[in-house]
């Protein structure tokens, strides 16, 4: 199973930006689906960002949810077995607890697909 460590979490003002990062341990990165999620407070779990990896090592998928596209950017260092979300225009709503996640599957699926979770990195933005 892949261990998942998030960082770069914080406290922005709206409009700001913040770069998460994801280290994951495991000979498996290079092929899993990695995704991006997140929780506010009372509300359900959701998909921000994903990246599969169609070929190895080699081509990738991005997916965005409505709410982030064209503002949030996923993308991973094989090399570093790490992948990161890049956040900018912040808003309010953003505020949540972002999970990075992993999933043996070579397509996005759904939230049960996804085997390894990280323990969560606080983002909070201000108006």
């Known amino acids: 199973q892949v261990q998942l460590v998030e960082s770069g979490g914080g406290l922005v003002q709206a409009g700001g930006s913040l770069r998460l990062s994801c280290v994951a341990s495991g000979r498996t990165f290079s092929s899993s689906t990695m995704a991006w999620f997140r929780q506010a407070p009372g509300k359900e779990r959701e998909f921000v960002a994903g990246?599969?990896?169609?070929?190895?090592?080699?081509?990738?998928?991005?997916y965005y949810s409505d709410s982030v596209k064209g503002r949030f950017t996923i993308s991973r260092d094989n090399a570093k077995n790490t992948i990161y979300l890049q956040m900018n225009g912040l808003k309010p709503e953003d505020t949540a607890v972002y999970y990075c996640?992993?999933?043996?599957?070579?397509?996005?699926?759904?939230?049960?697909?996804?085997?390894?979770w990280g323990q969560g990195t606080q983002v909070t933005v201000s108006s």
């Open positions: 990246n599969v990896a169609v070929i190895s090592g080699a081509t990738f998928r991005t």
């Open positions: 996640a992993a999933s043996p599957l070579r397509r996005l699926g759904e939230s049960s697909d996804f085997t390894s």
